[in-house]
């Protein structure tokens, strides 16, 4: 029986019955993250990049992502929210910011989902404003939305494991009021559990 297989069994029904399906199991991630880590580990060999997570969705993302670079590397965290339920407030705010300097560092935002980019773009300009080497993203889900009045508009992720389509999506981090951040998968919410 493959992981996926046996988290399938272990989540019957439960959290699952909220799902309409799943779209990325537990072995298609896993795949996919390490895929990503070893693109880090060739774009930044000889190097020390510091991976920045966006708390609290990137959380899983980011163990996996780190364990699939072959290369000293240091994390920090950052806190932010645009959002309340379902909804970006359109204003971002820092709510924990770095606990160290980024200056003359090769930063790598860690972000579990680009949705309006609003947040990603105000964190970027953030973070370059500090004097970095470099500031790349490591997305593991690009949603296919439409973000300044263009669709799909490229946010800059140099790198990224999944577009995803316009759906709540929830699980391996992502929330929704707090919930279903522990699935081990990403699945699409059914829309009468948020509506």
Not at 60 to 81: E, G, K, W, Y
Not at 148 to 177: H, I, R, T
């Amino acid at each position: 029986m493959s992981t996926s297989e046996r988290y399938a069994k272990i989540w019957e029904g439960g959290l699952r019955g909220d799902l309409r399906e799943i779209l990325y199991d537990v072995d298609t991630l896993q795949s996919t993250i390490l895929d990503m880590g070893e693109q880090i580990t060739r774009d930044y060999a000889g190097k020390e990049p510091l991976l920045v997570a966006i708390l609290k969705g990137s959380y899983p993302f980011l163990a996996d992502l780190a364990r699939a670079i072959n290369l000293p590397l240091t994390v920090d965290f950052m806190a932010v929210s645009s959002y309340k339920g379902t909804k970006s407030t359109g204003v971002v705010r820092i709510l924990k910011d770095l606990d160290r300097s980024i200056s003359g560092r090769d930063v790598i935002i860690v972000e579990d989902i680009i949705d309006s980019g609003l947040t990603l773009q105000y964190l970027r300009e953030n973070l370059r404003g500090r004097g970095p080497a470099s500031v790349e993203i490591a997305a593991l889900l690009d949603k296919k939305v439409v973000r300044a009045g263009k669709p799909n508009e490229d946010m800059g992720a140099k790198y990224v494991g999944f577009e995803c389509p316009n759906e709540f999506v929830v699980g391996y981090g992502l929330d929704y009021n707090g919930r279903y951040r522990n699935l081990p998968f990403i699945g699409v919410l059914r829309e009468e559990v948020y509506s």
